[in-house]
């Protein structure tokens, strides 16, 4: 599927287990804790010339959990975090829905994609999706975008059909910038989820989250 084709390359960054440490249903600023190397491999791609575009699931906002504005609060810190760095974020879109509700914008369902590539612009087919979990990497794949798996989740031994599967963020910001060849492994495992049925059209508008 690729129904984007804006004229700037972006890449698509899942949140937990990929930028920031893996908590369980995170509604907290406090809480956020950027992953070793993710600041660097951000820059980098940053560099590279690419838009940096966070996509993340927050079905905790359905389930009653936190709120959307504590989702507000989260990236506010986040991108606070990092611009102490140096490093700016082009956009931060959630999914606040539970799966039940079958909405267009979960991953591995395309909705926040759609959104980031009509507000900022991007090109799917050159552009690339980093997440640390299947879904993340059918997502990619569903877009025609080239997919990076990173082993900073909890879900390190995810099977699935990555491109290349790398440590954390700065050597996925290597071999994007074609400095790792032969060095990192590619992987292709035949046991790849199924694709899920299309989601029905319903729902309310995936967020955006302001940033500093
Ligand atoms: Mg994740
Ligand atoms: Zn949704």
């Not at 700037?8 to 930028?19: I, N, Y």
Request: charge should be negative; hydrophobic fraction near 40%; proline fraction near 5%.
């Amino acid at each position: 599927m690729n129904l984007s084709h804006g004229s700037r390359r972006g890449v698509f960054l899942d949140r937990d287990g990929t930028v920031i440490a893996e908590k369980h249903y995170l509604g907290d600023p406090a809480g956020v804790s950027i992953l070793p190397g993710a600041t660097a491999g951000l820059r980098r791609l940053r560099d590279l010339g690419y838009r940096l575009v966070i996509l993340t699931n927050q079905s905790g906002v359905g389930r009653g959990y936190f709120r959307q504005e504590d989702v507000d609060a989260v990236h506010a810190r986040l991108g606070a975090l990092l611009a102490d760095e140096g490093v700016r974020l082009d956009g931060i879109y959630f999914c606040p829905h539970r799966p039940e509700d079958h909405c267009a914008c979960r991953k591995p369902n395309p909705g926040l994609v759609h959104s980031a590539c009509r507000d900022l612009d991007l090109d799917c087919n050159s552009s690339i999706m980093i997440g640390d979990k299947a879904s993340d990497i059918e997502l990619g794949r569903r877009c025609g975008m080239r997919t990076v798996l990173v082993a900073t989740g909890h879900e390190a031994t995810e099977t699935c059909r990555a491109d290349v599967v790398v440590g954390n963020l700065e050597e996925a910001a290597a071999w994007i910038a074609g400095e790792a060849a032969g060095v990192l492994t590619t992987h292709d495992h035949p046991a790849s989820q199924a694709a899920p049925a299309e989601a029905p059209a319903l729902a309310p508008a995936a967020s955006r989250s302001r940033l500093p």
